[in-house]
Structure formats: structure tokens, C-alpha cells
């Protein structure tokens, strides 16, 4: 029996997508990313001056603030003090946003040593889920109330899902190991068993993604490689949904019927009946896919179907509307 043009021109990306898929465990689904203007981190001969200024008038104070609560207190002021520095003298602000992070975390007192870390990344070029990961790391050996840990485990599978979706798998690992530790401390069979689950998961992740390497060695040589361009894009955004990333890889990648949809939807159509054909484009490739690259295709019908709702009339919008219904059905039912 024959199979739609379409579909038989793209059944051998879907069948190696879904392999990759299977390999790597699971897909997450996409999130936004966001990134600022940041500063470079203060020199280090900034950073030795700012430190000895730091020293001569909290010396004492760090040297005795030896309990949990201590810690706590005094990163907090630390803390306060780099806020206050940040707009005269940033190296000051560098290393006591650092010096609070670092008492803050010996104290257990991770909420504060985050904010901390917030403050370090949202002013300079940092890398925030790191420098968590590394706070946690610490944080944990102080904690030791079970329902403490259990909130512990709660922190640190949040942030390995941010760990995941930005590919940051060394983080996402060394979480793991922190949600493993503090699983047991909380003495919940279930959670550690879970916990487990999970960092099999991300291992398995991490393996599909190392090996995607050698495309992004390729495209460093040669950025219209088309193999590599598909190959990237269909990571980004046929596995993971993240179309702000995926959509220029596949704008220059070898499948044609891809190449062109991701074409029309960077080209960014402002009309309703523009927005719809965006739509149904996707709606369409979608149909020679599994889950999860067939999940996310409708998400992504779903987001111009959405743009599209306002402005049309009749039968083009009833359509719309029902097709926003089938994709939110498919998302509720957890078919990804």
C-alpha cells in the first residue's frame, strides 16, 4: 500500500528520530531560554583586593561565625553589602556575592546561597545551574532532618530538569548524586527508588546528546552542512520542543519538507491566514512522526494556530479552534 508523499519522504527521519528518542530515555519537553547582557567576572588581581578589603572588616566576624545560624546571619549581610557595593565597585560586589554564597551553603542554609548565586549570574557571566549544583553539593552534608532531605530531593530534581533542558548534563549528574544522598538521609524507600529512576534517565540523555558532537564539530567547518543541520534541529526541536533553537539548524538542513516549514515560520507571518498555513504545515509533518517528535510538532501547530484564532472567520477559525482542542487533548493525556 502506498503512503502519502510526505510521509514517505520523511519516514526515515521519524524512524532514526525515534531511535535517538529511545536511546536517549525520554525527551523533555522545551522551555524558554533567556539570556542577558552580563559582565565578565571581575580580574583576579581585582578580586585579591576586594577580598583583603572584605577580610579586614569581616575577618573576625567569618572566623567566628562558626554555628549553622551564624552563617546564615552573616551571609545574609554579605549578601546585602554585594548589593549595595554592585554599583561603585563590582569586584567588591563579585566577592561578597561569593564569601555570602559560600557561608551560606556551609551553613545548609541553600535558599540563601541561592540567591547569592542569583545575584553572582545575574551580573556577571556565570553559570548558574553549576554554581547551584555545586551549592547543593555542599548544603546537603549539613542537612539531616528527614523532612528537611525530603524538601532537599524536591530542589534538586527541579534543577536537574533545568540541567536537562539546557544539556548541562555534568550539572544535572552531580545533582543527581545530591538527590540520591539526601533521598536516603530522608529514609523513603519510594524516593530513593525514584530518585534512581531519574538519574538513569538523564544518564541515558546524556549519552543520545554526546553523540551529537561530531554535528556540532561539523558545522563549526562548515555551517550549511545539511546532515548536521537536521540532526540539530531535530534534537531541539522535534525531541525536545525548543523551536527558538531548533528552527535555524532545520532552516538549513537536508529534509526538504522540514527545511521549507521551518522557513515559513522564522519568516514569522503577522496575517491570520499566514499564521494558519504556518500552522498547518506543522499540523501536517506532524502525521509522520511518533511521539515524542510528533507531540511536539502539534505543540508547535499549536503555538501559530493560537496566533492565527484572533484574526480569522468561518471555517477557517472553526478549524483552528478545533485543532487547539485535539493538541491540548493530546497534552493533557500525557502523550509525550
Not at 523532612?147 to 548541562?168: F, P, Q, W
Not at 499549536?302 to 493530546?330: C, F, N, P
Request: aromatic share 6%; hydrophobic share 45%.
Amino acid at each position: 500500500m502506498s503512503c502519502h508523499p510526505t510521509r514517505c519522504r520523511l519516514r526515515p527521519l521519524a524512524d532514526g528520530l525515534l531511535a535517538l528518542a529511545l536511546a536517549a530515555g525520554a525527551a523533555l519537553l522545551g522551555a524558554q531560554e533567556t539570556a542577558g547582557k552580563r559582565r565578565p567576572v571581575p580580574g583576579k588581581e581585582a578580586q585579591a583586593a576586594a577580598l583583603k578589603l572584605v577580610n579586614e572588616i569581616f575577618g573576625d566576624d567569618i572566623a567566628k561565625a562558626k554555628e549553622p545560624a551564624a552563617r546564615s546571619r552573616l551571609a545574609a549581610q554579605l549578601l546585602q553589602q554585594g548589593r549595595d557595593s554592585k554599583k561603585e565597585d563590582l569586584a567588591a560586589a563579585f566577592v561578597l556575592y561569593r564569601e555570602a554564597r559560600d557561608l551560606a551553603a556551609a551553613a545548609g542554609d541553600y535558599p540563601l546561597a541561592f540567591q547569592a548565586v542569583e545575584e553572582m549570574t545575574g551580573e556577571f557571566d556565570l553559570p548558574a545551574l553549576e554554581l547551584k549544583a555545586g551549592v547543593l553539593t555542599t548544603a546537603a552534608k549539613e542537612v539531616n532532618d528527614p523532612e528537611a532531605n525530603k524538601a532537599l530531593v524536591d530542589v534538586a530534581l527541579r534543577l536537574i530538569g533545568e540541567a536537562v533542558d539546557a544539556d548541562s548534563y555534568p550539572a544535572a549528574a552531580r545533582l543527581g548524586e545530591v538527590a540520591e544522598a539526601a533521598a536516603k538521609k530522608a529514609k523513603v524507600v519510594t524516593l530513593v527508588t525514584a530518585v534512581r529512576k531519574r538519574n538513569e534517565e538523564v544518564a541515558a540523555l546524556r549519552k543520545g546528546f554526546d553523540r551529537l558532537q561530531p554535528a556540532f564539530d561539523r558545522l563549526k567547518t562548515d555551517p550549511t552542512d545539511g546532515e548536521a543541520n537536521l540532526e540539530l534541529g531535530g534534537y531541539y526541536g522535534l525531541l525536545k520542543g525548543k523551536w527558538a533553537k531548533a528552527l535555524p539548524y532545520l532552516a538549513s538542513s537536508s529534509n526538504e519538507a522540514l527545511r521549507e516549514q521551518a522557513k515559513r515560520d522564522r519568516a514569522e507571518p503577522k496575517d491570520g491566514k499566514g499564521q494558519l498555513a504556518v500552522a498547518d504545515g506543522w499540523w501536517e509533518l506532524a502525521k509522520g512522526f511518533k511521539d515524542p517528535a510528533h507531540l511536539n510538532l502539534m505543540k508547535r501547530a499549536g503555538y501559530w494556530y493560537e496566533q492565527a484564532a484572533g484574526s480569522l472567520t468561518g471555517l477557517s477559525r472553526t478549524k483552528a479552534v478545533k485543532r487547539l482542542d485535539a493538541i491540548a487533548a493530546l497534552t493533557q493525556g500525557g502523550a509525550g
